[in-house]
């Protein structure tokens, strides 16, 4: 079963915007890490954070983490039509050990 | 650094037949993980191997098994197929907690 949720399902913006997507999950976790799916294809890692920490940069992107409400988001500023993509959340929780759990993800569409 | 690669990058199947998937990690990665995502859902966990044994495994039948050899590379077999095992099997590698995933084979089954 998905453990993660992510909000909204879709998104759709104009190049330049900011995009935010949220992800809710169910169980204590060990960290949280975020990736980009373009067409099917394989999954790129974005970022990892871990329970201990509250927020993340990389490049465009931030990350956040509320452990006491279970969620996290992830924030992509002046964004790009290359980052039209699928965006997943994943936990690895401190039952399952390394297995990744991941929400069905958002669909962002970044209109040039 | 060659990332992870599997093949064959696409598969045609009927129902009833074997396959058998591959995948050979990232240098230096010594965990193999498998998921399988069907269209439009998130992946889903299969099992993970890591010295050459199966460490986790996710809610799949035992129609799914798989193997790591001591090069850490890794195989995937799915007995007698049925329609519903149509999806993308992705496999990730990693040494410590971060995943990483190749590009996936997909799997149709007819």
């Known amino acids: 079963s998905q453990q993660g949720e992510e909000d909204p399902q879709a998104l759709s913006i104009q190049e330049g915007e900011n995009a935010t997507m949220n992800c809710s999950y169910k169980?204590?976790?060990?960290?949280l890490q975020w990736y980009r799916q373009n067409s099917g294809r394989g999954l790129v890692h974005l970022i990892l954070i871990r329970s201990n920490e509250r927020e993340k940069h990389s490049g465009r992107l931030r990350v956040t983490l509320d452990t006491s409400k279970k969620s996290s988001s992830l924030l992509i500023t002046a964004s790009r039509a290359a980052d039209t993509a699928s965006y997943f959340c994943?936990?690895?929780?401190?039952?399952?050990?390394?297995?990744?759990?991941f929400g069905e993800g958002t669909q962002l569409t970044v209109n040039p | 650094d060659a990332g992870v690669t599997q093949s064959p990058t696409h598969l045609i199947k009927t129902r009833g037949q074997q396959v058998t998937l591959r995948c050979s990690p990232k240098s230096g990665h010594d965990t193999v993980s498998w998921y399988q995502q069907a269209l439009g859902q998130g992946p889903q966990f299969i099992f993970q191997y890591y010295e050459e044994e199966e460490r986790q495994r996710g809610n799949f039948p035992d129609r799914f098994s798989g193997h790591q050899f001591p090069n850490y590379s890794s195989e995937l077999n799915v007995n007698a197929l049925l329609l519903g095992d149509s999806a993308l099997y992705l496999c990730a590698s990693s040494f410590s907690e971060t995943q990483y995933f190749g590009p996936g084979t997909r799997l149709l089954v007819l």
């Open positions: 169980t204590s976790i060990n960290n």
């Open positions: 994943a936990t690895d929780d401190e039952t399952s050990g390394s297995r990744l759990t």
